[in-house]
């Protein structure tokens, strides 16, 4: 729902509305609280489902993202390969275990011949992947999306009922 030149109209008591395809909830959505971090607004929205309001009317919305890569360590060829071998270790174990099932000879040497090819294999696949880097990224990381802020955002119709009960909660805290 928009007004003819384009924007969104407020909802009650001057709240945004925001369209529906941001949030996934059908209809135009309020956001009726905002919290500092996702396990608030999820305490929030567990309140509302706690006190029987209808759940599938309501949002969590994250915004202001960015992604935060978090370096663990030097990434060496050795580290490469070691990690490699381990990945290689598990292909090759599910692959004995297949095996396994079907030989009439020792399983046990089966599966272990299995997890040795496979860490073998991972160990020189891995050290060749990074060595084929040049240098490029000598270091491991793990990536994280978050957000500066979550709303709690529920379709216009009982946006009231929402706030009245999240203003409750936090007369219980």
């Keep these: ?9 407020p909802g009650p008591a001057g709240t945004p509305v925001t369209p529906a395809p941001e949030t996934g909830v059908p209809g135009p959505t309020v956001s009726v609280a905002t919290y500092p971090d996702y396990a608030s607004a999820q305490r929030a929205v ?3 489902s706690d006190n029987k ?4 009317r309501v949002a969590i ?14 990434l060496t060829i050795a580290r490469a390969a070691l990690a490699g071998a381990a990945s290689g270790a598990w292909f090759g174990l599910f692959i004995g275990l297949l095996f396994g099932i079907f030989s009439d000879s020792n399983w046990l040497a089966v599966l272990l011949v299995g997890l040795l090819i496979g860490a073998l294999w991972g ?10 880097t040049g240098g490029r990224r000598d270091f491991s990381s793990r990536s994280s999306l978050t ?27």
């Design 61 to 74: 919305v994250g915004t202001d993202l960015r992604i935060v890569e978090n370096v663990l360590g030097r």
């Design 123 to 132: 160990a020189v696949f891995g050290a060749l992947a990074h060595a084929m």
């Design 53 to 56: 309001f209808p759940v599938e």
């Design 147 to 173: 957000a500066s802020q979550y709303a709690v955002a529920v379709e216009a119709e009982v946006a009231d009922e929402a706030r009245a009960q999240l203003t409750r909660m936090n007369w219980v805290s």
């Design 1 to 9: 729902m928009t007004t003819p030149d384009g924007t969104i109209p």
């Design 46 to 48: 567990d309140y509302l």
